[in-house]
């Protein structure tokens, strides 16, 4: 069964801090992979984007790290801001026409 | 929001009523999905849309209904047969449905069943 792990389910840091959340998946055959954020009572909205080829990606403060062979993926996030406070979520495509497989994500709280 | 927008924002319902939730989007986008967000969970796919007027139901159709009649429009009916509606509905649209094509998602509506 497709599935997404994602950990910590919840975190706490303080302002200014950096920060690595954690992506195991068990996707076959795997197409890309995506961090999306989502503040409280929004929409997801897409950070990165990686394909079986990439082993990094950036985005601003935010730096996605992809290793094929074990499965897994980080998203790092440098210099926190108070802004950074949401939900990340681990979403990978599976290839052809089947529908995403969501992780349940992560709750991160930045404070001051 | 990309262009798509959801309405209304929250929604109260009594028990034994249809509801319909809105979704629009000004994107050109061929394919739109409807999903489901519970605390604690990730999205599930309820329906979604590669084509005007076709769609095919996701993980967790039972209670809910769709049509595809315009491209920018894929509404979404919770009917009295969904025992547990209450939840936080979004909705997306993406320019193909193969898995490189990037989903963007709308402001979602609240949906609260009394």
């Known amino acids: 069964k497709n599935q997404v792990e994602q950990s910590p389910q919840s975190l706490i840091i303080l302002e200014g801090k950096n920060c690595t959340l954690q992506?195991?998946?068990?996707?076959?055959?795997?197409?890309?992979l995506r961090w999306y954020k989502q503040d409280t009572g929004r929409g997801p909205v897409s950070l990165t984007i990686?394909?079986?080829?990439?082993n990094t990606k950036s985005n601003g403060r935010y730096t996605a790290t992809l290793d094929a062979d074990t499965k897994q993926s980080s998203l790092h996030i440098t210099a926190s801001q108070l802004s950074d406070s949401a939900s990340y979520i681990c979403?990978?495509?599976?290839?052809?026409?089947?529908?995403?497989?969501f992780g349940k994500g992560t709750r991160l709280s930045v404070i001051a | 929001d990309g262009g798509i927008t959801q309405s209304p924002k929250y929604l109260f319902r009594k028990e034994g009523q249809n509801v319909t939730l809105s979704c629009e989007q000004n994107?050109?986008?061929?394919?739109m999905y409807w999903y489901r967000q519970d605390p604690g969970q990730g999205l599930r796919l309820i329906y979604y849309?590669?084509?005007?007027?076709?769609?095919q139901k996701g993980d967790i159709a039972e209670g809910y209904s769709v049509s595809r009649e315009k491209k920018e429009s894929f509404p979404l009916t919770v009917t009295s047969a969904q025992k547990n509606p209450t939840a936080f509905y979004l909705c997306?649209?993406?320019?193909?449905?193969?898995?490189?094509?990037?989903?963007?998602f709308g402001p979602g509506t609240r949906l609260t069943v009394l």
């Open positions: 997306a649209s993406s320019m193909g449905s193969g898995g490189r094509d990037t989903q963007y």
């Open positions: 992506c195991n998946y068990t996707v076959s055959p795997f197409s890309n």
């Open positions: 990686m394909t079986f080829s990439e």
């Open positions: 979403v990978v495509a599976v290839s052809g026409n089947t529908p995403l497989v």
């Open positions: 994107l050109n986008h061929d394919a």
């Open positions: 849309s590669q084509i005007v007027n076709d769609f």
